[in-house]
Each structure stands twice: as structure tokens, then as C-alpha cells.
């Protein structure tokens, strides 16, 4: 089993920015590609960025490409969202997961493990 616990959400002004972590505990956390998702009210969890195991690869939804950077710190078993020049469409709850490989990153069924969420709230 692997335990993701997220923080780091909050309210923000569009244009602003958060940085949201996930620490992972149970399992050998350099085993597991990590993932960001979100899901708004009404809508169904999507896609935001995913790193592999060793962090070489990188990955991220069109719509956060240049504003978001995911990036891992293995040795603190963490994981981060930089989040930039935040919208109102960014408005979400934000969950990590872990999966066993980079296989398929972008997709929520493919994932073993998920956190509780964070919420992300960016007022215009």
C-alpha cells in the first residue's frame, strides 16, 4: 500500500500562484510514476501532469503546459505541482496518485493509489 497525502491548496487571486505537495509513505516511492488530477464540480477528474519514476520524463495537459511543473524530490518521497499564472479555470480539486509505470500516465483508471484531494479556488 502507498499513502498520498496532499497540501499546499488554497484561495487565489488569477495570476497568482500555489505549489502543492504530496508526500507519499508505505512503499519504495522511486517505484511509482507519480500524477496530478483534478475535478471540478459537476465534471469528471482530468488529466494534469505526471512524472516518471526517475523524474526523467515529464508530462502535461495542454491546457497547463508552460504554467504548471511537476517535479519530485525522491530522497523526501514527494511530489510537487508549481502552479503559475493561476485562472479561474483552474479552480478544482486537486488530487495526486502513484502507479507502478509511465505506462498510461494519463489516465485516471490506470493509477493505484490516490491522496484525499486538496482544493484549489482561484478568484477572478
Known amino acids: 500500500q502507498v499513502q498520498l497525502v496532499e497540501s499546499g491548496g488554497g484561495l487565489v487571486q488569477a495570476g497568482g500562484s500555489l505549489r502543492l505537495s504530496c508526500a507519499a509513505s508505505?512503499?519504495?516511492?522511486?517505484?511509482?510514476?507519480m500524477g496530478w488530477f483534478r475535478q471540478a464540480p459537476g465534471q469528471e477528474r482530468e488529466f494534469v501532469a505526471a512524472?516518471?519514476?526517475?523524474?526523467?520524463?515529464?508530462y502535461y495537459a495542454d491546457s497547463v503546459k508552460g504554467r504548471f511543473t511537476i517535479s519530485r524530490d525522491n530522497a523526501k518521497n514527494t511530489v510537487y505541482l508549481q502552479m503559475n499564472n493561476l485562472k479561474p479555470e483552474d479552480t478544482a480539486v486537486y488530487y495526486c496518485?502513484?502507479?507502478?509505470?509511465?505506462?498510461?500516465?494519463?489516465?485516471?483508471?490506470?493509477?493505484?493509489?490516490w491522496g484525499q484531494g486538496t482544493q484549489v479556488t482561484v478568484s477572478s
Open positions: 496518485a502513484a502507479k507502478e509505470t509511465r505506462v498510461g500516465v494519463t489516465t485516471p483508471t490506470l493509477y493505484d493509489y
Open positions: 508505505g512503499r519504495t516511492f522511486s517505484n511509482y510514476a
Open positions: 512524472m516518471s519514476r526517475s523524474g526523467r520524463s515529464t
